[in-house]
């Protein structure tokens, strides 16, 4: 009779099958995200402080798996205060008004390389000063234990994302349209 019910309402299956992905937190300690954007003569580096996020991964089948990372734009570390407030002004990542770069997969693919060692390529929507674009991200994994760490780099070009500053510092300084973004993102196990 109780089966009978569970059966009714869709319980039982539910109930019968084991969690198919363990789910681990960002380590905001030891994970870096960055980027990279070059001008004429030299190239502008920074971090972001404030990164979090989960990933449901599944060892048996990392194609069910998912991914969600989310960096504060007011966090943007380049080491000079007035680069990192120009950064988050209105001509760059306006961090009153899109206070976060956020992304969300929708697909993974890829192969086990063997020891917990994944070649992986993780499709998703990447939403950035209000615009979301989907982009494919080559990821290397690892999992040991209760720890997994994804590393990778990708490029975009930010007039995709409505970004239109083409120059800095009053027009002295000319920035290229192209971004590199890298991260290695260390989860934990909950």
């Given at each position: 009779?109780?089966?009978?019910?569970?059966?009714?309402?869709?319980?039982?299956?539910?109930?019968?099958?084991?969690?198919?992905?363990?789910?681990?937190t960002v380590?905001?300690?030891?994970?870096?995200?960055?980027?990279?954007?070059?001008?004429?003569?030299?190239?502008?580096?920074?971090?972001?402080?404030?990164v979090s996020g989960s990933i449901a991964w599944d060892k048996a089948d990392p194609a069910r798996s998912t991914v969600e990372f989310h960096l504060k734009t007011a966090s943007v570390d380049t080491g000079v205060e007035q680069r990192d407030n120009h950064l988050r002004s209105q001509d760059f990542f306006w961090a009153e008004k899109y206070p976060e770069i956020v992304f969300k997969s929708t697909e993974v693919t890829g192969k086990?390389?063997?020891?917990?060692?994944?070649?992986?390529?993780?499709?998703?929507?990447?939403?950035?000063?209000?615009?979301?674009?989907?982009?494919?991200?080559?990821?290397?994994?690892?999992?040991?234990?209760?720890?997994?760490?994804?590393?990778?780099?990708?490029?975009?070009?930010?007039?995709?994302?409505?970004?239109?500053?083409?120059?800095?510092?009053?027009?002295?300084v000319r920035v290229r349209n192209t971004v590199k973004f890298t991260f290695d993102i260390v989860g934990h196990r909950i």
């Open positions: 009779m109780l089966r009978n019910a569970l059966v009714t309402a869709g319980l039982l299956g539910a109930l019968a099958t084991p969690a198919l992905a363990d789910t681990y380590d905001k300690q030891h994970t870096e995200a960055g980027f990279q954007v070059r001008h004429l003569l030299t190239k502008v580096r920074g971090t972001f402080r404030d086990l390389l063997g020891n917990g060692q994944y070649d992986l390529k993780i499709r998703g929507d990447l939403t950035l000063h209000g615009v979301t674009r989907q982009i494919v991200i080559p990821v290397k994994v690892t999992v040991t234990g209760n720890d997994l760490r994804a590393v990778g780099e990708f490029s975009i070009d930010r007039s995709d994302f409505k970004v239109k500053a083409t120059s800095a510092f009053h027009g002295m």
